[in-house]
């Protein structure tokens, strides 16, 4: 049986690797630039939108792809009042987003009309790090209340991120969280990571973050011809 | 191709219940109480087993199975540290516990030495809803850091609980935590839940919530004869 289940796993992985080439593709032509966003849940991907919106719009034109285990979308209600074009994917219980469904929210948004679109996925630190969406960074939210142990105890996402926003840095007065040992974890298991560190709360180091955003949602702004 | 998950999954969950129930009926057989602790990445599964370990040990008799996705076993290592008979189960990537993985680990425990067991499972607020490991309760640690939106996002976890502890209310004073909204969503889906709001870091609802487990690990201590 558990032959089987790792047959079938195997397809389905390689039925989305084509989707989410389809899915760069797509973006691609369009001129947009999309990152996957992905944290333990309440690590605060939302607040980072929401500030993310703020620093950027309407200058970059900013859609949003919100995914959740259930119909609740106060998510996509946020980032929608915050400006963005929100679409909300309810995954029916599963623990990730998968290209196919990323796919359907692009048909939902109109990509003439962005420079980026920011994927919110299913607050989970195993799941997703399996599923490439078709985006072009993959960017993993921390935050310094869950513990410096993290990236030692959750490597697959670690090591496969792009950019990490170690977000909560108002909190640290009133936490243990050793820095220095977090981010030895980060870099032995992924030395070109890009890392930020930030307060939602308060704005720290937003501006730096928005700037590295802000530089490749532009770059890619005119529409390239495949 | 989806239904043929579907079915290979069924089988999969027909199986678990059935080890699920063999679990259940050696921990009856050997007067051990048992609890499949839940919750996200960092909410402070193991300082809570520590703070509890500190407050019924060595009266009450205690062992840890640890669930990781990796070998790293520095949860167990803090179990055995503070007193316990510990086990690290390795999921080998796996986000969620399941009920063979138990069966072996209490293969490796002295359950004539312990009155109860705490099974720490893998961080995801997700996967584990669904699967019975064979135990007597379900814990699920939320963090207030984590935002009081949480039950309404992961209805599976919380509608699940048997008992709810809310740690690191040490930190309230910081944050926009919400605790009336919050409770409100947690009793929206399970009115009969058990809740204790606690800080391992400060001490504080510890002994209310260990005084509960005392109670039920000390009445199983007598053997039941099936």
Same mark, same amino acid.
């Given at each position: 049986?558990?032959? /089987?289940?790792?047959?079938?796993?195997?397809?389905? &992985?390689?039925?989305?690797?084509?989707?989410?080439?389809? #899915?760069?593709?797509? &973006?691609?032509?369009?001129?947009?630039?999309?990152?996957?966003?992905?944290?333990? =849940?309440?690590?605060? !991907?939302?607040?980072?939108?929401?500030?993310?919106?703020?620093?950027?719009? =309407?200058?970059?034109?900013?859609?949003?792809?919100? *995914?959740?285990?259930?119909?609740?979308?106060?998510?996509?209600?946020?980032?929608?009042?915050?400006?963005?074009?929100?679409?909300?994917?309810?995954?029916?219980?599963?623990?990730? &987003?998968?290209?196919?469904?990323?796919?359907?929210?692009?048909?939902?948004?109109?990509?003439?009309?962005?420079?980026?679109?920011? %994927?919110?996925?299913?607050?989970?630190?195993?799941?997703?790090?399996?599923?490439?969406? *078709?985006?072009?960074?993959?960017?993993?939210?921390?935050? %310094?209340?869950?513990?410096?142990? !993290?990236?030692? /105890?959750?490597?697959?996402?670690?090591?496969?991120?792009?950019?990490?926003?170690?977000? /909560?840095?108002?909190?640290?007065?009133?936490?243990?969280?050793?820095?220095?040992?977090?981010?030895?974890?980060?870099?032995?298991?992924?030395?070109?990571?890009?890392?930020?560190? %930030? $307060?939602? +709360?308060?704005?720290?180091?937003?501006?730096?973050? $928005?700037?590295?955003?802000?530089?490749?949602?532009? +770059? #890619?702004?005119? %529409?390239?011809?495949?």
């Amino acid at each position: 049986m558990g032959v /089987k289940v790792i047959s079938v796993l195997e397809n389905i &992985l390689q039925a989305n690797e084509q989707v989410a080439a389809e #899915n760069r593709a797509r &973006l691609d032509a369009a001129g947009v630039y999309a990152i996957n966003m992905m944290s333990s =849940p309440g690590a605060g !991907k939302t607040a980072l939108i929401e500030q993310t919106l703020r620093a950027l719009s =309407p200058q970059v034109r900013i859609g949003m792809i919100n *995914g959740d285990t259930t119909a609740a979308s106060m998510d996509a209600e946020r980032g929608a009042q915050a400006g963005a074009q929100a679409v909300h994917i309810n995954t029916g219980g599963n623990c990730h &987003l998968e290209a196919h469904m990323v796919r359907q929210a692009l048909a939902a948004l109109d990509l003439s009309a962005l420079d980026l679109i920011i %994927v919110e996925n299913v607050g989970n630190l195993v799941c997703p790090a399996g599923w490439d969406l *078709g985006v072009h960074a993959r960017v993993v939210v921390a935050s %310094v209340t869950e513990g410096a142990d !993290k990236p030692y /105890k959750y490597p697959s996402m670690y090591r496969g991120a792009d950019v990490l926003v170690l977000n /909560k840095i108002d909190l640290l007065p009133y936490l243990d969280f050793d820095t220095e040992y977090f981010l030895r974890g980060v870099r032995l298991l992924n030395p070109e990571v890009q890392v930020f560190q %930030v $307060s939602c +709360r308060t704005g720290e180091g937003i501006q730096a973050w $928005s700037a590295w955003l802000r530089e490749r949602a532009m +770059r #890619n702004r005119p %529409v390239r011809i495949r």
